[in-house]
């Protein structure tokens, strides 16, 4: 059973991977002018060209990308915990500490973007 599950994980990565290839092919050229763009918009924003590129990554790779991978390892935490942990106290105690972990990460990740800001505007003056 446990090798069935594996395979089909294994397959359903494999394909996703290809899907997301395939559906990311763009001009370069359209690339860079959103690029371009973005620097534009950060720096217009934050008021100065040294801090666009951490906006950039704060805003729009952190956050976003924070969730799903916050909820999955929540998941695992929550499987440890409740699952596996029934039968083994470790295992218990590590699920738990293993949700805490992700839900700390989870709330940073959310709150990081409002407090660069807070700091960038309200104190660099």
């Known amino acids: ?9 294994i397959v359903l990565c494999i394909l996703s991977i290809n899907t997301v290839f395939a559906a990311d092919k763009n001009n370069p050229n359209d690339v860079k002018d959103k690029m371009e763009q973005k620097k534009e918009e950060y720096t217009e924003t934050y008021g100065d060209g040294a801090y666009w590129f951490a906006a950039y990554v704060i805003n729009d790779i952190v956050q976003p ?3 799903p991978l916050c909820f999955a390892g929540i998941a695992v935490g929550l499987v440890f915990q409740y699952v596996m942990g029934t039968r083994r106290l470790d295992y218990k105690h590590r699920g738990f500490g293993t949700v805490i972990i992700f839900v700390t990460i989870l709330i940073i990740c959310q709150l990081l973007p ?3 800001a807070l700091v960038l505007t309200g104190w660099r003056d």
Do not use: A
């Open 65 to 67: 990308y924070s969730i």
């Open 1 to 9: 059973m446990k090798k069935v599950i594996t395979i089909i994980l």
């Open 114 to 116: 409002f407090i660069y």
